[in-house]
Structures are given as C-alpha cells and as structure tokens.
C-alpha cells in the first residue's frame, strides 16, 4: 500500500517558537494532502486541504497566518506552527490522495507537538 | 448540517462478535469509511462501501445502506489487540470526508 511519513514524530518547544512539520508520500504522488489535528480522546479535525501548486483551502475557525501550509511537489506539504502557545499542543496528522481513486487517504504516523 | 453519528464507546469479550453501528448526513454521498486508531497512532484504512451492502475482508465486514444513511462495522474473533477507536467518514460530494468521534472498543478477556 501506498505510504506517507511524518518528521518529526514528536516535538517539544518554548511558547513563542515555530515549529515545521514535513509530509511526504513515499511511493506516490500526492495531488492533495490533508493536515488534521486530534485533541486527546476526540476525532480527527480537519485544518486544511492542500493541492499541490496552490494555495491551501483552510477549514473555518483555523488561522492562516499561524498554519503555513506549503504543498511544494507532489510528495512533499509541509504545516508550520507560527508562534506556538501550550494549546496548540496536539497530535497533528496528514494524509495524502492520488487524486486518481478517492477511495482511500492514506495517513501519516502523526506528530505530537508539545509547546510548554 | 453534515453529521455523523456513533456509539462512543463499546465493551466485548474476546473471540466474541461485535457490531458498531454508524448513521450519516451529508451533502451528497460518495462513499463511507471505517479507520481503526490505536491510542497515539494515527488511523489506518480498514473499508469502503460505496453500493449497498456487505463487504467482508477477513474478520472484519462493513455493510452500507445509502437509502437509510446507515452503516456498521462487524468485527469477529475479537482479538485483544482489536482494542482501540474505530472511525466513520462519509465522503461527501465535495469528496471531503466527514468525520465521526470515533467509538472506544475495549475488548475483555
């Protein structure tokens, strides 16, 4: 099956600092990648959709300026944490689509992201 | 609005049958999917229904039904590992999925 990476898989920082965060599909091309944060014990939070080549679509009530989202080349989006506060702190997931069959995301490990 | 509806948490035995049941509204429809999500690890793909209908893949089934917005999970021979969340996720016409909360399977010796 088709496989995406998450770097780094968890990450520690000061309040105030930013934080990037690296998609990649391994063994395809993704023509779009999602970004999700889950709060613990919740579902999945959709934040972004994002196509490579052009600017991310952002779910209401998620701030553009403080989630940079870049979706480069078709294997790689990267989400950037501006400015990060402790409630930020999250499980942050991707996952990515050929675009050919909608059948299927295929998710990323995550990244936990704790801002102290 | 778009809503999808699951029991958050359910109880069952090992080697025992268990059926988690899911309902849907949505903007058009495109398919359903059922994830299964370990504590701290990120969901990993387990169905798709799109027709009507049962799909079995090894101890695990997924039926839909479109004209009842209606779809479960079945899950056989439970296995202690079996113990996690399981997703449901309509896609809609815009092919955005809709999420569930996600229900809680203990599974018990």
């Known amino acids: 099956g088709a496989v995406v990476s998450q770097h780094p898989s968890r990450v520690i920082c000061k309040s105030g600092t930013s934080v990037k965060i690296e998609c990649r599909s391994l063994d395809f091309q993704a023509t779009t990648m999602f970004w999700y944060r889950q709060f613990p014990k919740q579902s999945l939070m959709l934040m972004a959709t994002?196509?490579?080549?052009?600017?991310?679509?952002?779910e209401q009530g998620v701030e553009k300026d403080k989630f940079l989202i870049n979706h480069a080349s078709l294997t790689l989006s990267t989400l950037t944490v501006t400015s990060a506060h402790p409630e930020d702190s999250s499980f942050y997931i991707c996952?990515?689509?050929?675009?050919?069959?909608?059948?299927?995301?295929?998710f990323g490990p995550g990244t936990r992201l704790t801002v102290l | 609005g778009q809503n999808i509806d699951q029991p958050t948490e359910m109880t069952a035995t090992e080697g025992a049958i268990v059926q988690i049941n899911c309902t849907y509204q949505t903007s058009g429809f495109n398919g359903l999917f059922w994830y299964q999500q370990h504590a701290g690890e990120a969901p990993t793909f387990l169905s798709y229904n799109v027709l009507d209908g049962l799909e079995e893949k090894g101890r695990f089934s997924s039926f839909l039904s479109r004209s009842k917005g209606y779809s479960y999970l079945l899950l056989k021979e439970l296995q202690m590992k079996d113990s996690a969340s399981y997703l449901c996720a309509a896609l809609d016409s815009n092919y955005q999925l809709i999420w569930g909360a996600g229900t809680k399977l203990i599974i018990k010796p």
């Open positions: 996952s990515a689509s050929s675009g050919i069959d909608y059948n299927e995301q295929f």
């Open positions: 994002s196509n490579e080549g052009s600017k991310a679509t952002y």
